[in-house]
């Protein structure tokens, strides 16, 4: 079975500043990734996903994820984070074969100071 | 395009009544439907998946006699939370699949419906 792991529970940027957003997974054969965002009281919007090919994966937002299969790791980034990024960040991950089945992490609540 | 709708955003109920709530898809025919349960700081758990036409499948662990799920239309799904107890409280969110979408498509999630049972 499949797992995502995300280490940071918050982070506190300033509005300008980098983000990277870390993800972990654990699956026995290349996986599907995905991260999405969801604003308080809200569902999930998908910001990119990852299926093959390239591994620098472009989304909304101006978001970007690069894919490492050495390290099971499918962060997310953004080279500007704007005050409205502030959100929750999910990472899932889903089983080739497995329909559209996904596994999220616990989640990256991102703080955007002004 | 792909608007997915959740009724109701939230629902205070006493325990031992039972509450239903809706999943619409209001823009395109959603043959698979999923449902979540996101506890507070957690992450989304999958608790079942829901076919049109067909009997829900369930994740494991999840009672199948508490969480009543009927997908009835492509438009419709809900779930009922039956005999409801403190322990029930939670943010359930349902997701939909556009039919004739390949299962890796992007899944369209609705807001979410915030349940407290008291």
């Known amino acids: 079975a499949q797992s995502v792991t995300q280490p940071d529970i918050h982070i506190t940027v300033s509005e300008g500043a980098s983000l990277e957003l870390r993800c972990n997974y654990s699956?026995?054969?290349?996986?599907?990734l995905f991260w999405y965002v969801q604003s308080p009281g809200q569902g999930l919007q998908l910001l990119l996903k990852?299926?093959?090919?390239?591994?620098l994966v472009q989304g909304i937002k101006g978001f970007e994820a690069e894919f490492k299969r050495s390290q099971s790791s499918f962060n997310l980034r953004k080279p500007s984070v704007h005050w409205s990024d502030a959100a929750e960040y999910f990472c899932?991950?889903?089983?080739?074969?497995?329909?559209?089945?996904?596994?999220f992490g616990t989640g990256t609540q991102l703080k955007v100071e002004l | 395009g792909a608007v997915v709708s959740q009724h109701p955003s939230w629902v205070i109920c006493k325990s031992g009544t039972s509450v239903k709530i809706e999943c619409r898809s209001l823009?395109?025919?959603?043959?698979?439907m999923f449902w979540y349960r996101q506890f507070p700081k957690q992450s989304l758990m999958l608790m079942a998946t829901?076919?049109?036409?067909?009997?829900?499948?369930?994740e494991q662990g999840v009672e199948k006699d508490k969480f009543l799920i009927n997908h009835a239309s492509l438009t419709l799904s809900t779930l009922t939370v039956t005999s409801a107890h403190p322990e029930d409280s939670s943010f359930y969110i349902c997701?939909?699949?556009?039919?004739?979408?390949?299962?890796?498509?992007?899944?369209?999630f609705g807001n979410g419906t915030r349940l407290t049972v008291t």
């Open positions: 997701s939909a699949q556009r039919g004739g979408e390949s299962y890796n498509s992007p899944l369209h």
């Open positions: 823009d395109f025919q959603a043959t698979t």
């Open positions: 699956y026995g054969a290349t996986p599907y």
């Open positions: 899932a991950v889903g089983a080739r074969g497995g329909g559209n089945k996904l596994t």
């Open positions: 829901s076919n049109e036409g067909s009997k829900a499948t369930y």
């Open positions: 990852y299926f093959s090919g390239d591994t």
